[in-house]
């Protein structure tokens, strides 16, 4: 399962890099996996921090169920610790019904989840397809 897990993980952050990626944004990938955050992007000149969750788990086929807490440890113990909305700038979620969502992370007051769905609409975002993207930057 932990395996399936960083598989999943992974499936995420290559779904961000490809979103920033589209937008013409650039993205820097943090050396090691002990920082809060995932993802560095650079917003016209401001760096932002980007924590990525994914998410298989629905609600009720209206919404996904989006794990925020941490887990896990590198010295053998398994510890929890949840989501401090200072610790990143935007949570970027990809659901496994290929939604993407850009939060800011000031706006999330959830510790431990969120739902996202119909409450975050307004956070929905597309990749541009391929096409689009010539157009706009050749």
């Known amino acids: 399962m932990a395996l399936y897990n ?3 993980g992974n499936l995420g952050l290559g779904k961000a890099i490809d979103y920033f990626t589209s937008c013409s944004i650039p993205v820097a990938i943090p050396l090691n996996d ?7 992007a650079d917003f016209n000149g401001k760096l932002q921090r980007i924590s990525v969750k994914t998410s298989r788990c629905t609600d009720n086929n ?3 169920s989006v794990q925020l807490r941490n887990t896990g440890g590198s010295s053998g113990e398994n510890k929890t ?4 909305n200072t610790s990143c700038d935007y949570v970027f979620v ?6 993407l969502y850009l939060i800011p992370s000031n706006i999330i007051e959830a510790k431990n989840a969120i739902s996202v769905g119909p409450k975050y609409k307004d956070y929905l975002i597309n990749i541009k397809n391929f096409n689009t993207f010539i157009k706009e930057n050749v």
């Open 62 to 64: 209206i919404s996904f």
């Open 94 to 99: 990809y659901t496994a019904n290929e939604e």
């Open 34 to 40: 002990t920082q809060k955050y995932d993802l560095i």
């Open 81 to 84: 610790r949840p989501f401090d």
């Open 6 to 8: 960083a598989l999943q």
